[in-house]
C-alpha cells in the first residue's frame, strides 16, 4: 500500500486524557549493593519528558498539526515542567490543576539503555470535579476536527461516555486508547486502539489469526464502533472496519529498542492524519510507520515528518526507471522531503559506451538520486544532423535505466533542457568534460537556488562519434 504524508498543518486535535511526567534517571552500574543483591546504578544524567496525554499532544504537534491537551494535574512542579515543556513544542496545555493532587509521575532508572525499575508518584484524579472538566471540554470540541480519549486509568477519564456523546453531537470523530477490562465504557466512539493484550483481556484468547478477526468484529459490532485498531507489536497492526475486508500491517520495526509510548505515538499519527483527510486505510499505515520508528528510540519519543518519509522511502521504494515528467516531479518531491541530494545531468546517450558508464557513475556518487534528461528523436536531427540518432529514444532510454547508477530517465524535446532543469531544481548539475562552465545550460538557475554545478571528465578515447566512424571504416 503506498502512503501519502498529508500536510498535518491543517488538522487540529484535542487530546483528553491522563497527562503524566516521565523522568529518566541514567548511569552506569558496575557493582552489587552490599545491602541487598540489586545493582548499585551511579546517576549521571537526567531526563524529563511528558508522557500519557501530554505525550499524545507533542507526538501530534511534532507532526506539525495543532494540539491541544486537557486534563488534571496538581499544582505542583511536575506539572509546571510539563506546561513548560509541551508550550515549548507548540501544545496547547489546558490543565486542571488540582492542589490536593499530585501531577502523575513516573520515574525510570535505566542503565546501559536498560530500564531496571520504574517508580510511579500519583494520587489519581478520579475524585476530581468533573463537571469542570466537561465544561471545558465542550468549548473545546468546537475547536477542533477530532478527539483523542488518552486514557491511562488515573481517573481523568471517569466520565467517557458524556466526552463521547458530546463530541459525537459536535460531528467530531472520536478516538480512545482504552485502558481496562470494561471497553462498554467507550461505546459509540469512533475508533478504539487496542493493543493485542488489551483486547484479549477483554474479548478473550485469540488462538489464530481468524479467531482475532471474528472476536475484533464481534467486539465492534458490541460497542457500535466505526474501526477497531489493534496494535499487536512485532506481527503489526490488523485494523478492522464496518464492511471492509480485515488490513493486517506488518511492522516496520528495523529494531525494537523500547516499546515506551509508541501507542502514544500510534493513536496521534492516527488522528493527525484522519483530520488532515486521510481515509482510515491510509491513516493506519502511517501510524504503523510511525510505531517502526518511535520503537527504536529510548523512552517515550515522536516520530516527525521527516523520519516518516525517509522510512516510507526505505520499506516503499521509489520506483525507478524510465518515468514520465509529471511522476519525476512526484517522486523528486519526496525523495527531497527525505533530505535526499538529486543529481541531474542530460544528453542525447546515442551509442552508451564505457565514457558514459563511467561518468554516470561518478556523477551518482555526488548525490543519492540521479535523474538522466535525454534528447528525444526530433532534437537530436537538429543538434546532431539528419543521420541520428542511431538508436530511437525509448531504446535508448531503456539501456540508461538499466544501469544501477541511474534512478529516473526521463525524455526532452527541446533543443536545450533549461525548462525541465529549472523545473527539477536539482542540488547538483553534472555535464561532461567537454564543457566548459559558461556553456552549461541551466547551471546559472542551478546556482541561484543554492545548487551546484559540477563538471566531470570523459575517458579518453571514447566518444558516440568515434564509435561511429569506426563502424563506417568497417563496411
Excluded at 87 to 114: G, P
Excluded at 163 to 180: T, W, Y
Excluded at 284 to 312: C, D, F, P, Y
Excluded at 429 to 441: A, E, P, T
Aim: with cysteine; hydrophobic share 45%; proline share 4%.
Amino acid at each position: 500500500m503506498k502512503i501519502d504524508i498529508p500536510d498535518f498543518s491543517k488538522s487540529k486535535v484535542l487530546v483528553v486524557g491522563d497527562i503524566m511526567l516521565d523522568r529518566y534517571w541514567h548511569g552506569p552500574t558496575s557493582r552489587i549493593s552490599p545491602e541487598a543483591p540489586v545493582p548499585v546504578v551511579n546517576i549521571q544524567a537526567t531526563e524529563e519528558r511528558p508522557g500519557g496525554a501530554g505525550n499524545v499532544a507533542l507526538n501530534i504537534s511534532d507532526l506539525g498539526a495543532k494540539a491541544t491537551v486537557l486534563g488534571w494535574v496538581g499544582d505542583d512542579e511536575p506539572a509546571s515542567v510539563l506546561e513548560r515543556q509541551l508550550a515549548a513544542r507548540n501544545v496547547d496545555c489546558r490543565f486542571l490543576s488540582v492542589s490536593e493532587h499530585a501531577t502523575v509521575t513516573k520515574l525510570r532508572i535505566i542503565s546501559r539503555h536498560q530500564q531496571l525499575i520504574r517508580l510511579d508518584f500519583e494520587d489519581g484524579f478520579a475524585a476530581a470535579e468533573h463537571d469542570r472538566l466537561l465544561k471545558v471540554y465542550t468549548r473545546l470540541v468546537a475547536e477542533h476536527d477530532l478527539v483523542v480519549l488518552s486514557d491511562y486509568g488515573k481517573g481523568t477519564l471517569a466520565d467517557t461516555a458524556n466526552l463521547i456523546r458530546l463530541a459525537r453531537e459536535a460531528g467530531k470523530p472520536v478516538l480512545v486508547d482504552p485502558k481496562g477490562a470494561d471497553f462498554t465504557r467507550y461505546r459509540q466512539a469512533t475508533a478504539i486502539t487496542p493493543n493485542q493484550a488489551e483486547f484479549e483481556a477483554v474479548a478473550g484468547v485469540c488462538v489464530n489469526e481468524n479467531d482475532l478477526t471474528i472476536k475484533g468484529q464481534r467486539l465492534m459490532e458490541t460497542l457500535m464502533l466505526d474501526a477497531l485498531l489493534i496494535t499487536r507489536s512485532e506481527k503489526g497492526m490488523l485494523l478492522l472496519r464496518k464492511n471492509r475486508e480485515p488490513l493486517q500491517l506488518s511492522t516496520h520495526a528495523r529494531e525494537v529498542f523500547d516499546v515506551t509510548g509508541a501507542g502514544d505515538t500510534v493513536i496521534a499519527v492516527l488522528a493527525a492524519s484522519l483530520a488532515a483527510g486521510l481515509e482510515f486505510e491510509d491513516a493506519t499505515s502511517l501510524a504503523n510507520l510511525a510505531a517502526g520508528i518511535v520503537v527504536g528510540k529510548l523512552g517515550t519519543a515522536t516520530a516527525s515528518v521527516r523520519e516518516l518519509q525517509s522510512a516510507m522511502l526505505s520499506h516503499e521504494s521509489l520506483r525507478r526507471g524510465v518515468v514520465e515528467f509529471d511522476e519525476l516531479l512526484e517522486l523528486v518531491k519526496i525523495a527531497r522531503a527525505a533530505g535526499e541530494r538529486i543529481v541531474m545531468t542530460n544528453g542525447c546517450f546515442d551509442i552508451l559506451h564505457a565514457g558514459h558508464a563511467a561518468y554516470l557513475s561518478q556523477a551518482r556518487a555526488l548525490g543519492d538520486r540521479l535523474i538522466v534528461a535525454v534528447n528525444d528523436d526530433a532534437s537530436v536531427k537538429r543538434l546532431k544532423g539528419p543521420e541520428r540518432p542511431v538508436n530511437p529514444l525509448m531504446q535508448r532510454m531503456a539501456v540508461l535505466s538499466a544501469l544501477e547508477s541511474v534512478d529516473w530517465v526521463v525524455s526532452f524535446a527541446q533543443d536545450t533542457p533549461a525548462e525541465i532543469i529549472e523545473h527539477i531544481a536539482p542540488d547538483v548539475l553534472v555535464k561532461g568534460g567537454d564543457y566548459s562552465m559558461d556553456r552549461v545550460v541551466g547551471a546559472d538557475s542551478v546556482k541561484q537556488r543554492g545548487g551546484e554545478v559540477v563538471i566531470l571528465p570523459y575517458l579518453d578515447g571514447c566518444s558516440t562519434t568515434s564509435i561511429i566512424n569506426a563502424i563506417r571504416k568497417t563496411v
